[in-house]
């Protein structure tokens, strides 16, 4: 069956530090591949979603970018974190068949 | 443009009681449509799905929702609530075949004792 990790569970960070998060799938091949970001009290946002290796969209310009080294990991990144970041970060994947399967998500909380 | 609308983002009802959370989508041609619960600090759980075979769909934890196209709706229901039903509750939809999936506001869903 098919299982998504993310990591860190939680991060703390400071305001104008780096950022990585990861994202890894396993029990599938050639996954799409989304990030999304819930600010609280807000809905879904999405940020970035990948349909092969190296190949990444951008929904929203902001300070923060994704990569795919490999077919089942994503990779969100930032250089520098403003305190708008804050928020749960939400990993996801699908298929063919068009629904989406979530990762467990960051708390990711910029001070 | 396409859109998925969820009424209320907060509905009480009480234990035992009916569940009902409103779901309207537009889209020009059948759509695909989901429901997802998030519980606090989880990622989000598919709960069913409609992919254009019967209109009545069953879900897991005791949900179903029911496609009704004259009304471009697509509400879930459940007979009895539980406490542990507590939660967000997302539908979405995907308009036409090749669109990304869009994602309503959410609705979270309070049981009362």
């Known amino acids: 069956s098919q299982t998504i990790h993310q990591w860190p569970a939680t991060l703390v960070q400071p305001v104008g530090s780096p950022l990585s998060l990861e994202c890894t799938v396993e029990g599938t091949s050639n996954p799409n591949l989304y990030w999304y970001r819930q600010a609280a009290g807000r809905g879904l946002q999405l940020l970035f979603y990948?349909?092969?290796?190296?190949?990444i969209s951008s929904e929203v310009p902001q300070n923060l970018s994704a990569s795919r080294p490999q077919d089942r990991q994503f990779i969100l990144s930032s250089k520098k974190l403003l305190l708008s970041d804050s928020g749960f970060y939400l990993c996801a994947w699908s298929s063919s068949r068009y629904e989406q399967y979530f990762g467990p998500g960051t708390r990711l909380t910029v001070t | 443009a396409q859109s998925v609308t969820q009424l209320g983002s907060h509905v009480s009802v009480s234990e035992g009681a009916l569940v009902l959370l409103r779901c309207n989508y537009s889209s020009s041609v059948p759509p695909y449509l989901f429901w997802y619960v998030q519980y606090p600090n989880q990622g989000l759980q598919l709960l069913l799905k409609y992919t254009s075979a019967a209109t009545l769909v069953k879900g897991i934890n005791g949900f179903e929702a029911e496609f009704k196209k004259s009304e471009t709706s697509f509400h879930l229901t459940k007979p009895s609530a539980h406490m542990s039903d507590a939660a967000e509750y997302f539908c979405a939809v995907i308009p036409n075949r090749d669109d990304k999936i869009i994602f309503g506001k959410g609705t979270r869903l309070h049981i009362l004792p």
């Open positions: 990948s349909v092969g290796i190296g190949q």
